[in-house]
């Protein structure tokens, strides 16, 4: 059983189509949150971001996302380097942060509103993402109208209406029942065979990130450190329900959490 | 309430100190409480008359010039100080100290800068009318979830764009609460701009029916405004609620 896993922090690939490159962030106070991380992310793979609370992790994909500046260091997504959010980068917010003034149908559109796109082609190209992730009839309601796993696909379909090559995801199933989040970690899946997109998936659970993860990036806490990079060689084929019986997976959990297990306490 | 197993509805209050007043009026108590039924009686007397229509469209003219301006200048201050540290401390002293100031010291500051026309009546509305406003956009802006922020900014808002689409609508629900308390202010404002400034419109009235001792027309006049006033604050309270159901789901 050969669980894929190297200790030593890589050279960020040249052709990764993310690139943090030695990036740190301070706070004012003086709180150390992120400390020279240099990570690669690969076209069409879904890497996750994973550690212990405090460690940064929210933070960097903010960075990445050009809500936050880094304190020094650099981001380059497709060639680019970061100043600020861009149209190829789009965000799925932990607390949904839908307008709840608005529609699903308008909320989905925000995005392609922003990009100046006319009212009758943005709602087609909403209605077919609210279809996408399975809530057509619902168009015309409201957020308060819908259930915690319901707002997340409005959220979900939102990024994904802007066409946007990498898609930021901030620990987007933590505020959802666990049935849920089983679902959407199926759909994950789905959606990733489909969409050739990149996927860069902040999460604390260790089972969610090997689950759905091509690539899990292990970050320490206090300052946050890439500490690990685990690329588990799991078949996602026809039966997602396998996945969680596979051997490659259940050792993969297994040695995470040895290794996260010295930074409690 | 229920009342002898009979549903009794919220006004029927109102029945009950309609009929005191009545009786009080009927047995003399005082002269300057009339019967209910007169009071009615003048008010069907004077609404038609030149004198009560001229003072209502002078004091509605005030009253909504004053309000538009306190809602215009009032929801761009509170947004900003909502949202600018230097904003709010350069303005939020002031606001609160207006807000909290007897304020009908200052109408004959204004009197004495502006002279005794309707430019002062509108100051004066203003005056009791924008403080509450401010604050409590203010209060609106800073209640927004900062991640309804970070989503309009990551797909591209402009602040602009930010400012209209997300503040102004989160901010919504506080805003109308502070327009509504502001409105009920501003009654008192022109009011009290017309009965201390110039005596025109409903001041000229109060004061005249006031002095030569027209009880009836005096309190015909004041049930009016009364019910205006209260038939505004309820048309807003109305407005609030219904965006009052994104208030709490909001953060």
Known sequence: MTVHAKTAVPEVAADAIVQVRDVSKSYAGGVHALDAISIGFQRGRLTSLLGPSGCGKTTLLKIIAGLLPATSGEVVVDRKVVSGPGPERAFVFQDFALMPWASVLANVGFGLEMRGVGKAEREEISRHYITEVGLSGFENKYPHELSGGMRQRVGLARALAVRADVLLMDEPFSAVDEQTRRKFQEDLIRLREKENKTFIFVTHSIEEAVYVSDSIVLLSPRPGRVSQVIAPDIPRGSDVDAIRRHPVYLDTVDAIWRGLKRYLD | ?251
């Open chain 2, 1 to 251: 309430m229920t009342l002898f197993g009979h549903r009794v509805p919220m006004l029927a209050s109102l029945l009950v100190w309609a009929a005191l007043w009545e009786i009080a009026g009927q047995v003399h108590l005082s002269f300057l409480l009339p019967p209910l039924s007169s009071v009615f009686i003048a008010m069907v007397e004077i609404v038609p008359t030149p004198t009560f229509l001229s003072a209502l469209w002078v004091t509605a003219k005030a009253f909504l010039i004053g309000n538009a301006l306190s809602i215009a200048i009032g929801v761009p201050l509170g947004l900003l100080m909502g949202r600018s540290a230097i904003a709010d401390r350069l303005f939020l002293l002031w606001v609160n100290l207006f807000l909290s100031a007897p304020l009908t010291a200052l109408v004959p500051v204004i009197m004495v800068l502006f002279g005794l026309g309707q430019t002062t009546i509108v100051l004066t509305v203003i005056l009791f009318a924008i403080w509450i406003i401010v604050l409590d956009t203010r209060a609106g802006v800073r209640a927004i979830a900062p991640s309804l922020v970070e989503m309009a900014f990551s797909f591209g808002a402009s602040p602009l764009q930010a400012f209209w689409r997300i503040y102004f609508w989160a901010a919504l629900p506080e805003i109308l609460a502070g327009v509504r308390l502001g409105v009920i202010r501003a009654v008192k404002g022109v009011i009290i701009g017309q009965l201390l400034v110039t005596i025109v419109g409903f001041g000229a009235l109060f004061q005249t029916y006031g002095s030569q001792f027209q009880m009836e027309e005096f309190w015909a006049a004041l049930v009016i405004l009364f019910a205006f006033a209260f038939a505004l604050a309820e048309g807003l309270a109305w407005l609030e609620r219904r965006v009052d159901y994104y208030a709490a789901s909001r953060s």
